[in-house]
């Protein structure tokens, strides 16, 4: 039971059109490549497929996946509409948070709130905020502390609606 | 630009096969090894809280263009160049496909009038020898070593 990487990484090129339609490219490398090596190449490409295409080059994104190769068994009853919210104070004054789809109710309060002394929560807010990660905001700002955790429903996408229903 | 964060996302399953994702940023300066060992060590953290079970992992480092733009032309998105490439390996050849390509580039006499792309126009010849020298390849890791031909598609 492992994640596995994908043999290759992918380029994904993104392009608008005059009437503001989008579109993409997918490019694929070796998976071992340097991001830094593919993000020369990628503006190389976009230099390249400018002189080709009437869209605008919009952006990229550079994906390295991996797969599990013998997923586990989730557990009975778990599902993924229901989420632990985790918001987290930055550095800069703002907020940044991570779901955590079918959490457990184990670490629960009654109320729906996250039992923020559970010995599974410290653990992962320590580990955010204590530096072991590089984890930040998206603004690149530094994760300093929780500011709130709370179990939430989302609704069900139409793909996530019982096939046999 | 590359944007100051690169994302991680943990791609989870649950009971009735629906997936979600736990997305993080992450210093895009790092590089896929060290956000991959992050990666990893948060998700073994996050197992024991959740009944789903983790399926994949992505790092994304994502590229934006630091001013608008604004499309050359009016070629719709669906006019897509179709580029065909070949490969050393026993795998399958791989395509490669560009949308909105520019009228200027396709052929407009013989055969293959109004549909084959100009193999010999400049700015063909240059992005694909971009792709055939820098290491690009078809999804299974064979490298492109040659361009064999490129053709309209509408792709609506």
């Given at each position: ?165 | ?112 009038e109004g549909i084959l792309i100009d193999e010999t126009n400049a700015d063909v010849i240059a992005f694909t020898d971009t792709v055939v ?24």
């Amino acid at each position: 039971m492992a994640l596995v990487n994908l043999p290759t990484g992918q380029l994904k090129i993104e392009y608008r059109d005059a009437s503001g339609s989008k579109g993409s490219t997918i490019f694929h490398f070796p998976y071992a490549t340097l991001a830094s090596v593919v993000v020369t190449v990628a503006d190389i490409l976009s230099a390249a497929i400018n002189a080709l295409s009437d869209a605008a080059v919009d952006g990229y994104t550079i994906t390295y996946a991996k797969t599990e190769d013998t997923p586990a068994t989730p557990t009975a009853g778990s599902r993924v509409e229901e989420k632990g919210n985790f918001v987290f104070r930055t550095a800069n004054g703002r907020t940044t948070r991570f779901t955590i789809p079918a959490i457990v109710d184990s670490v629960l309060n009654a109320s729906g709130s996250v039992n923020q002394s559970s010995l599974l929560v410290t653990a992962l807010v320590d580990a955010v905020i204590a530096g072991d990660f590089a984890f930040q905001s998206a603004d690149g700002s530094d994760i300093t502390a929780l500011l709130e955790a709370y179990q939430s429903f989302r609704g069900s996408t139409r793909r996530q609606l019982p096939t046999d229903r | 630009m590359l944007k100051p964060s690169a994302v991680v996302e943990l791609v989870w399953q649950d009971e009735t096969g629906s997936t979600a994702v736990t997305a993080l940023s992450i210093p895009s300066s790092l590089t896929v090894d060290e956000i991959d060992a992050d990666a990893s060590a948060l998700a073994s953290i996050l197992v024991p809280l959740t009944g789903c079970v983790l399926i994949k992992q992505r790092i994304k480092y994502i590229n934006v263009p630091e001013t608008p733009v604004t499309a050359s032309g009016s070629t719709p998105i669906a006019r897509t160049g179709m580029f065909f490439f070949a490969t050393d390996g026993i795998s399958s050849d791989g395509l490669i496909s560009i949308p909105a390509v520019k009228d200027s580039i396709i052929m407009t006499t013989g055969p293959g009038e109004g549909i084959l792309i100009d193999e010999t126009n400049a700015d063909v010849i240059a992005f694909t020898d971009t792709v055939v020298d820098n290491g690009i390849s078809n999804p299974f890791g064979d490298d492109f070593t040659s361009f064999v031909i490129a053709y309209l598609q509408s792709r609506v």
